[in-house]
């Protein structure tokens, strides 16, 4: 059992560049199926709703969702927010144009107009400005100087906010993530990565230290059932 007192950074199969195209979508749908059932579209609809509807026609409110893996949030926001009648413009970036194309492939088959960047979150161009910004389940990957600059990153490129939605480490959740991730997928990368994913992520007081040096000054951190933290920034 790994100490929890500390982030336990071990190497998550998911990302490594030679993962066998099969398991890597077999992982990407156990991972939506968690989210799923992780409420992790209703943490984020409700506040982007609220600055949407601060922001009416005839702007076009736009979000931007960073290092989107399999897209499934976004995917759920857009159709949320098509059923609400709120004028929501989507896009995503990611890296892998694996990925890439199975959120292209989803929104096609559901009519979704999401627009798609393939870009390093870290090392690539700015990312193109949005009212907006938003990433999930990406901080637990980077180090202290990474998430300080996916942070920086974000914040100038967001017109109003951004949205912050991750794991918090803790014993609690740590076998939380244990029983979902066997209960929930069948994939072999879920098992082991889940699990390290909460060792390796940060706790609250981690978090805002960090936006503290990233500049994200009044950023608030709230804690969200199951295992997750909420890092909202308004500008």
Known sequence: MPNLSIRNRLPEWMDQPDIDPDLHLHALQGLARLNYFSNSVSLLWKPLRKL?????????????????????????????????????????????????NLVKEKAQQNNLPIECFETDALEGPPFPSHDVIICSLFLHHLDNNEAITLMKRMAKAARVAILINDLERSWLNWNMVWVASHLLSRSPVVHM???????????????????????????????????RFLLSWNK
């Open 193 to 227: 990565d889940g699990p390290r994913s909460v060792a390796g992520a940060f706790n609250q007081r981690e978090v805002f230290e960090l936006a503290k040096q990233a500049g994200l000054l009044g950023a608030k951190i709230e804690t969200r059932w199951p295992c």
């Open 52 to 100: 949407a509807q601060a922001n009416p026609p005839p702007h076009t409110f736009s979000v931007l969702d960073v290092a989107t893996g399999s897209g499934d949030i976004p995917l759920a926001l857009c159709k949320k927010a098509l059923q609400a009648k709120i004028n929501i413009k989507f896009s995503v970036t990611d890296k892998s144009a694996f990925a890439l």
